[in-house]
C-alpha cells in the first residue's frame, strides 16, 4: 500500500476521532489545525529520517533537510511562520501537544510496520 494512502487513511481517522471529543476551545485562524500539523510533522519526521541515514557532514545534512523542509512546506502549502507559530500554540497546551504527538507517533509506527512486512 502507498505511504500516501496511509497518511490520508490515518489523517481521516484522526480527524474522525476529533469529532468525536469533547469540544475544545476555538483554534485561532493563523493557526494550523491538528489535522494539518499532524500530517505535516509525520512528512518532516519521515525526511528527518531518511537525511539522518545519509553519511554527510553536519551542514550538508542541515542544508538537504532545509531543502526537504521547504518542499514539504510547499507540499502542504503552509509557510514556515505558520509552522513555528502553530507548534508554538500547541506546546502552550500540553493535552493537545501530547495528541498531536501520539497521532504523529502512532502514524510513524504504522508506516513503519507497513514498510517492514508489507501489510498492517
Known sequence: MDVSVIKKV?????????????KEEKVP?????KE?????LI????????VATLTLSNDS???LFGELENKIFEDHGVDSLAYITSYQHYL?????????????ID???VIQQIKETGHK
Do not use: H, W
Request: hydrophobic residues 50%.
Open 61 to 63: 545534512s542541515l542544508n
Open 10 to 22: 490515518l489523517v481521516l481517522v484522526v480527524v474522525l476521532s476529533l469529532f468525536s471529543c469533547k
Open 92 to 104: 502552550l497546551r500540553p493535552r493537545q501537544a501530547l495528541y498531536i504527538t501520539d497521532a504523529v
Open 43 to 50: 512528512d518532516l519526521r519521515i525526511a528527518e529520517g531518511r
Open 107 to 109: 502514524s510513524l509506527k
Open 29 to 33: 485562524e493563523n493557526i494550523l489545525s
Open 36 to 40: 494539518k500539523m499532524v500530517s505535516l
